[in-house]
C-alpha cells in the first residue's frame, strides 16, 4: 500500500485543500497550521477569509484587550502571508474596541485584491464613516454592510459595474434621498437590494427605481412621522418586503412581474390615537391616510403576507380595497388588541385564492369584523366565508397563550370557518402543544360539527413538538360518527 492511499488528504493538491478549507472560518482553518509544515501556511491562501470576534455565544462578555489584540495581530499576519493572492470573500465581524485605523487596512486590502463579496459587521463607534472606496469597486457582485447602528456613509463617486446584491442594515446616508438615487444610479446590474432600518429623520422621501432590480426589501425604522413620499418604479422585481409609517402618498407603484410581497405598513401613535377617536364617537370609519395606490400597484401578487399592523392601516387608511385577480396564497398575522374590520372586504377581493393562512386567531372584538368571525354574535348574519373559494385553510400559533377561553374562542373560530367555506379541502392546525391527548381532543371536537360547508374537507392537527399528527376527513366522520 503507497503512502498516498495511507494519507489521501496529504495527497491532494493545495488548490483542493483550500477548498476545503473555505468551508471554516479563517480562526478555525489557522488550526490546521499545526499538523505539518506543508500546512503551516496553507490556511492564509484561502480565497474566502472570515474573520469574528464578535461574542456570539455570551454577548454580555466583553471582549478582553488581550484578545482584541490577538485579533488584529491575527488578520494583519494572515493578510501580509497572502501577499497579492486574490481575495473572494471578506467577511469581518468587529465591535467596540477596535480602532478604525486597523480596520480601514483590512478593507482597503481585501478590495486592492478584486474581492468579489464582501461583509461588514462593524460597530458605529469603530468605523463611524466607512470608507469611500467600498462603493467605487470594479470586483464587487455582493455588499453587506451591518447590522444594528450601522456606519455613516457619504457618497461621492458610486461605481458598483459588478454589484448584484446590496444589503445595507441601519447604514446612515448622509444625503438621504439623494444619496440612495446615487447609490441605485451606480449600481446598474443590482438584482437584489435590502435597506433595513432605514430613519426618516434626515430624509422625508424615498424613491427606488430600477429596470433589472429583482428583489427589493424596504424595512424603516419606527419613528413619529410619516414620509411624505414613497415611490416604486420596479417592472421586474418578483419579491417585495415593505415594512415602514404608510406614507402621505405613493406617486408611482409599479410593480409588473411581482410574485411575492410581504407588507407591514402602520400608522403612527398620533394616527392611531385619532382613527380610534374618531372611531368611537362615529360609526363610519374615518380615513386618516391613504394605501390605495399602495395596493393598486402590487394587486398583481400571486402570494400575500400581511401583518396586523396593516390589517388596522388598511381599515383606517384605504377606503377602496383594489381587486387581487392573481392572488392564490394570502397570510393573515393576528394580534390580540386589534381587530379583523379590514379583513371582509380584502377576502372579498381575492376572487380565485386558493390558501388561506393565519398567523394566529385571537384578535380585538369589533362589530365590524363580524362579517367574517363571531365576535359580536352575529351567527345568523351573511358572510363573506359562505362565497369563498378557498381550498387550503392552515391555522398558526393554535394554543399558544395556554389559557382556556383563548382557546374557547379559537375554536369556536374555527367551526365558523368549517360551516361557512364550501369550497374547503384541507384545514390544517398548527397546535403547539406537547401532550398527545391535546391533538385528539381538538380532533374530536372538530369531527363532530354539526353542519360543515364542505363534506370533502379534511382536517388535520399538528405538533412539531410531538412529530405526529391527527387526521381524519369530515365526510367519514359525518357518515359513521367516528370519533378519533
Known amino acids: 500500500m503507497d503512502d498516498c492511499s495511507k494519507d489521501v488528504i496529504n495527497c491532494l493538491p493545495d488548490n483542493l485543500l483550500c477548498q476545503i478549507l473555505s468551508n471554516l472560518s479563517t480562526k478555525e482553518a489557522a488550526l490546521t497550521s499545526l499538523l505539518s509544515k506543508r500546512w503551516r501556511y496553507l490556511f492564509a491562501l484561502v480565497p474566502n477569509l472570515d474573520f469574528d470576534v464578535l461574542p456570539s455565544l455570551h454577548p454580555e462578555i466583553a471582549i478582553q484587550d488581550q484578545d ?109 434621498k439623494i444619496g440612495l438615487a446615487k447609490l441605485l444610479s451606480g449600481c446598474p446590474v443590482l438584482e437584489e437590494l435590502a435597506l433595513l432600518n432605514l430613519a426618516w429623520d434626515r430624509w422625508d422621501s424615498c424613491s427606488v427605481s430600477s429596470k433589472l432590480l429583482k428583489r427589493l426589501t424596504l424595512c424603516c425604522a419606527h419613528c413619529k412621522k410619516n414620509p411624505k413620499s414613497v415611490s416604486f418604479d420596479t417592472p421586474n422585481v418578483v419579491y417585495f418586503e415593505y415594512s415602514d409609517n404608510i406614507a402621505h402618498k405613493y406617486p408611482k407603484v409599479n410593480f409588473d412581474s411581482l410574485v411575492e410581497a410581504s407588507i407591514g405598513i402602520r400608522m403612527t401613535n398620533d394616527q392611531k390615537a385619532n382613527a380610534r377617536y374618531l372611531s368611537d364617537v362615529d360609526e363610519e370609519t374615518v380615513m386618516v391616510g391613504n394605501a390605495t395606490d399602495l395596493l393598486m400597484g402590487i394587486c398583481n401578487v400571486k402570494t400575500l403576507y400581511l401583518s396586523y399592523d396593516t390589517l388596522e392601516t388598511l381599515h383606517f387608511c384605504c377606503q377602496v380595497i383594489p381587486v387581487f385577480n392573481n392572488l392564490t396564497h394570502l397570510t393573515i398575522e393576528s394580534h390580540p388588541e386589534l381587530g379583523w374590520e379590514s379583513l371582509p372586504n380584502l377576502l372579498k377581493s381575492c376572487p380565485n385564492l386558493e390558501t388561506l393562512v393565519f398567523h394566529g386567531l385571537l384578535h380585538k372584538a369589533t362589530y365590524r369584523c363580524g362579517d367574517v368571525c363571531l365576535c359580536q354574535g352575529l351567527e345568523n348574519s351573511p358572510s363573506c366565508l359562505s362565497s369563498s373559494p378557498v381550498k387550503f385553510l392552515k391555522i398558526l400559533k393554535f394554543g399558544e397563550t395556554n389559557v382556556d377561553d383563548d382557546m374557547e374562542i379559537e375554536m369556536e373560530q374555527i367551526k365558523n370557518f368549517l360551516e361557512k367555506m364550501p369550497n374547503l379541502e384541507q384545514l390544517m392546525i398548527y397546535y403547539n402543544t406537547s401532550i398527545e391527548n391535546d391533538l385528539v381532543e381538538v380532533s374530536s371536537q372538530l369531527q363532530m360539527v354539526p353542519a360543515v360547508a364542505s363534506l370533502k374537507c379534511k382536517i388535520q392537527v399538528i405538533s412539531d413538538n410531538l412529530s405526529l399528527s391527527s387526521t381524519l376527513p369530515i365526510s367519514l366522520s359525518m357518515k359513521y360518527g367516528l370519533h378519533l
Open 68 to 176: 482584541q489584540t490577538s485579533f488584529i495581530d491575527f488578520v494583519d499576519r494572515v493578510l501580509k502571508l497572502r501577499g497579492n493572492d486574490h481575495i473572494n470573500k471578506f467577511s469581518l465581524k468587529c465591535g467596540d474596541g477596535i480602532e478604525d485605523e486597523d480596520v480601514f487596512p483590512w478593507i482597503l486590502n481585501a478590495l486592492r485584491h478584486g474581492v468579489s463579496d464582501l461583509s461588514l459587521h462593524v460597530s458605529p463607534t469603530l468605523v463611524y464613516w466607512l470608507p469611500s472606496k467600498v462603493f467605487a469597486s470594479k470586483t464587487l457582485v455582493r455588499l453587506k454592510i451591518g447590522p444594528k447602528d450601522g456606519p455613516r456613509v457619504k457618497l461621492r463617486n458610486v461605481c458598483l459595474p459588478k454589484l448584484k446584491t446590496l444589503n445595507l442594515d441601519s447604514v446612515v446616508f448622509e444625503e438621504g
